[in-house]
């Protein structure tokens, strides 16, 4: 099922799968969704690929590397003209499955597997579920809830969305290369909420000035977005530390935030994810 004949490439952040096993746990994470769409993102050697089409999957795959792309025309003739040679973080969702919800699953590249998330939130209306495996500590950060040191801020901006479900650890033995660090695959489900109770563009910014100096009271944090003279900082919220609250929290927080108004000039600033 593996082939050596394609060498991991570093630049890319590759780590080829070559536990069939595990590579079977992942694709059945979706056992549930058979019917949709199916994206598979950096499919590699397509050791995953392999079990999504055995699975019945509607599946696509989408990858960057070019030697990668020509062994998965040669070797799985089922997927003529739905693989993707493509950059999947400069893909348009809407325009592959127009008018259609889908599913993302994957053996991520672990250096972009952030921004990776970061664009299942932006198409969220469509992304109904995300699975597959990545860093071990990027998991433990998706799933972790207030109180956690591990809980931050791609927690409190995904967790709104979606239902993060951390599956199973997986060792580093797996791979080729070995990475230096332990995997883990997790599951993202969209939940059904439609909108914040708050102006989302400013709960992100909450969220990522109160994270930049996590280990300040918010009274402290908060400064950069709020001002030194904001006239709410008596509230017991703003002596709590940021991982210490909830998505709810963040959402009371930015709803006080807007109605005490901002300082002039400081509403745009700290947009970047």
Known sequence: MYSRKILPKKT??????????VARR????????????VLEVGAGTGVLTRFLLNEGH??????????????LHKHFPPLSGRILAEDFLRLDLAALYPGKTCCLIGNYPYHISS???????????????CAGMVQKEVAERLAAGP??????IISAL?????????????????????????S?????????????????QLYRQVVKTSFNQRRKTLRNSLKPLLGK??????????????EQLSVEQFMELTRLAERVGLPTGLRDKGNDT
Request: proline fraction near 7%; include cysteine.
């Open 158 to 182: 995904i967790q709104p969305w979606y239902e993060v479900e951390y599956l199973f650890t997986v060792g580093a033995e797996v791979f080729d290369p070995p990475p230096k660090v332990q």
């Open 58 to 71: 509607d599946l696509t795959v989408v990858e960057i590397d070019r030697e990668s792309v020509d062994y």
């Open 26 to 37: 992942i694709a059945a994470t979706l056992s549930g969704y058979r019917g949709l769409p």
């Open 115 to 129: 921004q990776i998330f970061f664009k299942a939130l932006d198409c969220r209306e469509q992304v109904i579920c």
């Open 147 to 152: 109180g956690s040191r591990t809980y931050g």
């Open 184 to 200: 883990a695959v997790i599951r993202m489900t969209r939940n059904s909420r439609k909108a914040l109770d708050c102006d989302e």
């Open 12 to 21: 890319l952040g590759q780590h080829f799968l070559k536990d069939a096993d």
């Open 229 to 242: 003279d904001f006239p709410e900082y008596a509230l017991p919220v703003f002596d709590l530390r940021p």
